[in-house]
């Protein structure tokens, strides 16, 4: 009888271990991320403006007091239209001094003409001197490279009476004035900018650090300060070799894909810096096992709403996260907290909004 009780509890314990041994796993619940790809490298974001691609300073081609500025800054002006004036008395009395020395050397070769006929006339009935023909013959064409000079003074002098007037010499804007009404301007002198409107380019400048990391794949996103709505992509068409002495900044001017009305000159524009990079994925830093020299996390099966270690590749760590080269497909879901507290296998429950 005693053996038969030593034998009925010996298989209640069995019954009750094997009861334990045969407990499911408890589900747990896990915070944890998508795995999103990343192909673009943030190198920074920076102010610039939208400026015109091509500009010039206007200058007078002859020295003067200036009468007159017809235009101001910002306005839109057409091919020939006048900007500004000279005083345009001493190109006037130039002229009027040219025109008279035309009319003395006209007479001049007129008379000289007329002797030159009369002398080969009195030669060709054998009453004239060989000598004074030729004298005749020669006067003639000294009056007539005399007047040649004489018309191409009168020229030069219509030239300068129009130099006193400064002509745009296509459609701009006027983004400039350096001289200002009643100024005397010498010849060339820098008086007004013009900025042609129609091809627009964003102009950034960059420390030297980034400059120096530029490269044809890079690709720059231009948006508006005001309405980031607006937006375009460009790409480099050039790049300051030095340095501003003061900002330590290198001017980079980027040609724009395309031109959204609202880019007006002088914009105000964000440039946002991003490169092509090998394909990659960021995770937080807590999803980070590290067992036996090897970098695991936990990947969640979708199907079986359970959870297995895989090995990854990271090329980048810190204290806040972890780039991860290989070893995950995008898409896939993978635990960011509590991590060494989970098995394989085992049941997890997973918030589908959980970032």
Request: with cysteine.
């Amino acid at each position: 009888m005693k053996v038969l009780l030593m034998m009925l509890g010996a298989l209640v314990l069995l019954g009750g271990c094997k009861g334990d041994d045969d407990k499911p796993e408890p589900v747990r619940p896990v915070l944890s991320t998508v795995v999103q790809p990343l192909s673009q490298a943030q190198l920074g974001r920076f102010a610039g403006n939208i400026e015109a691609r091509y500009e010039s300073t206007l200058g007078f081609r002859v020295s003067g007091r200036i009468a007159r500025r017809w235009v101001d800054v910002g306005a839109q002006v057409e091919a020939g239209q006048t900007l500004a004036t000279l005083d345009p008395t001493d190109q006037q009395n130039q002229l009027r001094a040219a025109e008279g020395d035309l009319a003395r050397v006209q007479a001049q070769w007129i008379n000289a003409q007329a002797n030159a006929r009369r002398q080969q006339q009195l030669y060709d009935r054998g009453v004239g001197a060989q000598a004074q023909l030729d004298i005749a013959q020669t006067d003639l064409k000294t009056s007539s490279a005399s007047l040649e000079q004489a018309r191409a003074s009168v020229s030069q002098a219509r030239d300068q009476l129009g130099y006193s007037t400064l002509k745009a010499d296509h459609a701009a804007v006027v983004t400039a004035w350096r001289a200002e009404a009643g100024q005397t301007v010498s010849a060339g002198q820098e008086v007004v900018t013009l900025a042609r409107p129609d091809v627009k380019e964003a102009v950034i400048d960059l420390p030297i650090p980034v400059a120096e990391q530029l490269s044809p794949s890079l690709v720059f996103s231009v948006a508006s300060q005001l309405d980031p709505s607006i937006a375009t992509t460009a790409t480099l068409r050039e790049l300051e070799p030095q340095a501003d002495a003061a900002t330590r900044t290198r001017r980079a001017r980027l040609t724009l894909a395309s031109t959204p009305p609202a880019f007006h000159l002088g914009t105000a524009v964000g440039v946002t810096l991003s490169s092509a990079i090998s394909p990659r994925s960021e995770l937080p830093a807590t999803a980070l096992i590290e067992r036996e020299g090897k970098t695991l996390v936990w990947v969640v099966d979708p199907q079986q709403h359970s959870v297995a270690t895989r090995e990854v590749t990271l090329i980048d760590r810190d204290a806040k996260r972890i780039v991860v080269a290989s070893g995950l497909q995008p898409g896939e879901r993978v635990v960011t907290a509590g991590v060494n507290s989970l098995k394989p296998g085992q049941p997890v429950k997973v918030d589908e909004d959980a970032r």
